[in-house]
């Protein structure tokens, strides 16, 4: 196999076929992974007569999208194209300017400066209230035979980049990358790249809950990851995640089922606690950055320690309590009840998990479901408009739940790696 | 027929509640095993509040519909089909966008109700499944939501009333959605919570559900469940929301009945 492969292999095909005979999207897997095994490369064995046509770099659809701008540019040197807008590339690639120079054609000047202000006054409101229905992720430009290939890749259970359907990508952890913080870690899941930092901060419980510390948790997609999430563009995505994120690590509002103990934040009842604030950060984006986040969240959950509070308790118990804060003595989190994040996306009839941005665009609808290390769903979250069957989704928690074992005793030994390295 | 006499415009449903009252959904089917304490509102675990819904509380718009679910009151207007804003690229499909806000005076705390940014997005994921967006390219309809009073389980009634409206303006759908959520506390899972109730909750589940085809468009799950309940849950939710779906069937009759 190759390389990337050894890191992560799902055992679905080998042992526990039996669980899962009701799913029809399985019945291949052992069939196809043979078959990726006796030939070198597993794309020539699949689909010979693409292979060499269609390539899945972005450096292509790059390239192409200067092919279909620069045609009428004497310095791109390259023949014009044949046709305009060659397969689904995006014609609106090019600066506007660029185009309103090369197709010179009267328009329509602005009445004056007023004029200009006024119209700016009545489109900036709408932007901030609305939600736009423009994911970044539909931004990958295919063209219909990359778009065949990853369809077919994926009904024949042999994926663009040699894997099955229910196997991630080769998983990199690595602790302790933001001193700064009170824990850290920083997650590649192939060429997807995240970091979550956890810090803590003391502050005072709120009135509802006296007993409870507070968690939050926030993300933030950063402009080097895609161009698409410059300035506004990722908001609306980051609010996706985050609210994701929350549901499934939070738990319900009474605090049952939540990965961590909120009971274990609190210093002195009612009056003061330890504030927790996640932070995930989008590093690089090449698909699945929801499961990418929600490891990396737990290897930094593994790798926090809260400093140990001193209280010296005044004899009036109304007066503020003297708290001491220890830089010496760190307490470890529990993180055993810290759930990971599968999300199963649908292309076609099929489910496969870890797409990567290419194989996101083809979805047709993913399940996202929270599972902890005893089988339990701490939470699921729906994305892609399609409608799915009933019996579809509880085949989908069940798939998760058997690939999330897998999953989080890869990601404890690399914990246990990534700590004896530090 | 009240419901009919009063189409067209917006009426403070004190009165129409009772009406409703007889049409409380029996949904007896998961009898609860320990039914120790009595909701507030004097419901059984599995009884969803009277729903009052209307259509057409606002001229203006090309579709609109009123929902009253004990003390949640949803207003839905749809605009549209009409041109897309100048900055959007070419699409030959449709969009749909929707908005979801709360009036300053919807929660016990003013102004509270901004804390429900998620609710637009989440508003237009139940939908976008549903609704035929390559019969209008070119296009934008627009649904917004207001929340007049938010009295628990706000959002699936957003949802289904959203639906309501745009069947209303006449958007074409594959199905009405409607939508339904229960909250669980301890081994007990109870439909349609109230404000209170959710402030409580061990877990919460929301299911958006299209009743004819059979189609779970959205899903939310969160908090502390287990593999039998989450089943459960889903079904007895499924079988408020094709109930619900009725009722929506019922008033879009009215209201057709009406125009002739």
Not at chain 1, 322 to 349: A, C, H
Not at chain 2, 5 to 24: H, I, L, N
Not at chain 2, 66 to 73: H, L, M, Q, S
């Amino acid at each position: 196999m190759e390389p990337n492969n050894e890191q992560f292999t799902n055992s679905i095909g080998d042992a526990p076929l039996h669980r899962c005979q009701h799913s029809p999207h399985l019945a291949t897997a052992a069939f196809s992974s043979s078959v990726a095994a006796a030939s070198g490369d597993p794309r020539c064995g699949a689909q010979p007569r693409l292979d060499g046509t269609v390539r899945l770099s972005t450096d292509r659809l790059d390239a192409s999208g200067d092919g279909v701008a620069g045609g009428s540019f004497p310095h791109c040197g390259r023949p014009p194209p044949l046709w305009p807008h060659p397969g689904g590339l995006l014609p609106n690639r090019r600066p506007l300017a660029l185009r309103r120079s090369i197709f010179p054609c009267p328009r329509p000047r602005l009445a004056s400066a007023r004029e200009f202000a006024r119209r700016r006054l009545r489109r900036s409101p709408s932007r901030e209230q609305r939600y736009a229905p423009a994911a970044p992720r539909t931004m990958v430009g295919l063209s219909e035979g990359e778009k065949h290939f990853i369809r077919g890749g994926i009904a024949q259970d042999l994926r663009t980049d040699g894997r099955r359907r229910l196997q991630f990508r080769a998983i990199s952890v690595e602790t302790g990358v933001i001193p700064q913080a009170n824990g850290s870690a920083r997650v590649r899941l192939g060429a997807t790249e995240v970091i979550a930092t956890v810090k803590a901060e003391l502050g005072k419980p709120s009135i509802l809950h006296p007993d409870k510390g507070k968690v939050s948790i926030f993300v933030d997609c950063s402009p080097t990851a895609a161009p698409m999430f410059e300035g506004r563009g990722s908001e609306e995505f980051s609010a996706e995640l985050c609210v994701a994120l929350q549901r499934c690590l939070l738990g319900g509002k009474s605090g049952a089922g939540a990965a961590i103990d909120l009971s274990s934040l609190i210093v002195v009842d009612g009056k003061v606690c330890w504030d927790l604030y996640i932070d995930g950060l989008v590093v690089s984006s090449d698909g699945n950055l929801l499961d990418a986040l929600a490891a990396a969240i737990k290897v930094a959950l593994s790798d926090t320690g809260i400093p140990k509070v001193n209280v010296s308790l005044s004899a009036t118990t109304d007066e503020e309590p003297e708290v001491n804060v220890s830089d010496e003595e760190f307490l470890q989190f529990d993180t055993s009840s810290v759930p990971v994040i599968v999300t199963l996306t649908k292309v076609g009839k099929h489910y496969i998990v870890d797409a990567t941005s290419e194989e996101e665009s083809q979805m047709s609808s993913a399940v996202s479901v929270s599972v902890n290390r005893h089988g339990q769903i701490r939470g699921l979250t729906k994305r892609g408009g399609a409608g799915l069957d009933p019996s579809v989704i509880f085949d989908m928690i069940s798939v998760a739940k058997h690939v999330s074992r897998q999953f989080i005793s890869v990601l404890d030994s690399e914990i246990l790696a990534a700590e004896a390295a530090e | 027929m009240s419901a009919a006499a009063t189409a067209g415009t917006y009426s403070p449903a004190s009165s129409a509640g009772e009406k409703r009252r007889e049409r409380k959904e029996e949904l007896r089917r998961h009898l609860a095993e320990d039914a120790d304490w009595p909701r507030a509102d004097g419901r059984s675990f599995h009884d969803c509040r009277p729903a009052f819904m209307q259509t057409g509380p606002t001229t203006a718009a090309s579709g609109s519909a009123y929902a009253e679910f004990g003390k949640t009151k949803v207003i839905v207007s749809v605009f549209g089909p009409r041109e897309s804003k100048k900055a959007m690229l070419y699409s030959d499909t449709g969009r749909l966008n929707c908005n979801v806000s709360y009036t300053t005076f919807a929660t016990p705390i003013r102004g509270q109700g901004t804390d429900n940014k998620e609710y637009s997005a989440m508003l237009h994921k139940a939908l976008e499944g549903a609704v035929m967006l390559h019969t209008f390219p070119k296009t934008t309809v627009d649904v917004f939501a207001l929340v007049l009073e938010s009295g628990g389980s706000d959002l699936p009634i957003i949802i289904s009333c959203a639906s309501l409206a745009l069947a209303d303006a006449g958007i074409m759908m594959y199905d009405l959605v409607t939508s339904v959520s229960v909250s669980c506390f301890g081994k007990n899972i109870i439909i349609d919570p109230t404000s209170d109730e959710e402030a409580w909750q061990d877990g919460s589940l929301m299911v958006a559900y299209m009743p004819a085809r059979k189609e779970i468009t959205q899903l939310t799950l969160t908090g502390e469940w287990s593999d039998g309940k989450i089943t459960n849950a889903v079904e007895l939710c499924m079988d408020a929301c094709s109930k619900l779906c009725d009722i929506l069937r019922e008033r879009l009759k009215d209201a057709s009945s009406l125009a002739e």
